[in-house]
């Protein structure tokens, strides 16, 4: 395992790993690396368009992300201000892009730890609503397909690898101790608390699923469990 240094700290290195021999794949601790190393054109953006690329990336970090009939089509779901509601893939439908998701995702497709490039999507169909008009709510949807003829996710879906665990566990230590100096004790446990709270709720949802998954065996719902499986493509 390779020694993280402090100075380093949050943006130190990419992991690029080789899937098979003409295509490479990358993790990386955050969206601070992958921007670093021009994957995606900004960190505050969950739509990028970066000049060096000939089409969009989006960063799933927040929402939930459900499986459809279709094992290779997933629905994106979130809720929130204007700002959540990935507004520039208006303009890109049926076109090709590329797709990160953050351990921070609801889905049973997200790493459990940093950012993983997943691939090649077409982004199918898209809508938006306002849901509350005293809190200025809005509802997203998005549809998007795996395109053929890439690394599977199924092989995607065992990154990050336990060396990577590893430097992941370190770099959380490493935070850990910059907020506790940089912060005052009430900023610290204020933070820590909705870094817990964040990640039991994921776990939650995660266990609920199961459940449904549990229960469509029981009701011989087929196709529910091979979406919510490892997908082939």
């Not at 295509?23 to 969206?31: H, P």
């Not at 459990?112 to 809508?127: C, H, I, K, Q």
């Not at 933070?191 to 266990?207: I, M």
Request: with cysteine; charged share 30%; proline share 5%.
């Amino acid at each position: 395992m390779r020694k993280l240094g402090r100075k380093s700290c949050p943006a130190f290195f990419p992991l690029t790993f080789m899937i098979c021999a003409d295509e490479k794949y990358s993790w990386w601790l955050n969206t601070t690396c992958a921007y670093r190393d021009g994957m995606i054109g900004n960190t505050s953006g969950y739509v990028s368009n970066f000049k060096q690329h000939a089409h969009p990336t989006l960063v799933l970090e927040v929402g939930e992300e459900f499986p459809t009939s279709n094992i290779s089509i997933t629905r994106y779901i979130n809720e929130g201000t204007i700002y959540y509601m990935l507004l520039p893939l208006m303009s890109c439908l049926d076109r090709p892009i590329r797709v990160l998701r953050n351990w921070t995702l609801k889905s049973k497709l997200a790493p459990p730890a940093g950012l993983r490039f997943d691939g090649w999507y077409t982004v199918l169909s898209f809508s938006h609503k306002r849901i509350s008009m005293e809190e200025d709510i809005f509802r997203v949807e998005v549809l998007i397909e795996r395109k053929k003829d890439q690394v599977t996710m199924a092989r995607l879906l065992m990154i990050p690898s336990p060396s990577m665990l590893d430097e992941w566990e370190e770099y959380l230590a490493i935070r850990d101790d910059e907020m506790r100096r940089e912060k005052s004790v009430v900023e610290y446990e204020e933070w820590h608390r909705r870094q817990r709270e964040g990640e039991l709720e994921r776990e939650l949802w995660l266990c609920e699923r199961a459940e449904e998954e549990a229960s469509a065996v029981e009701g011989g719902g087929a196709e529910v469990v091979e979406a919510w499986g490892y997908p082939s493509n």
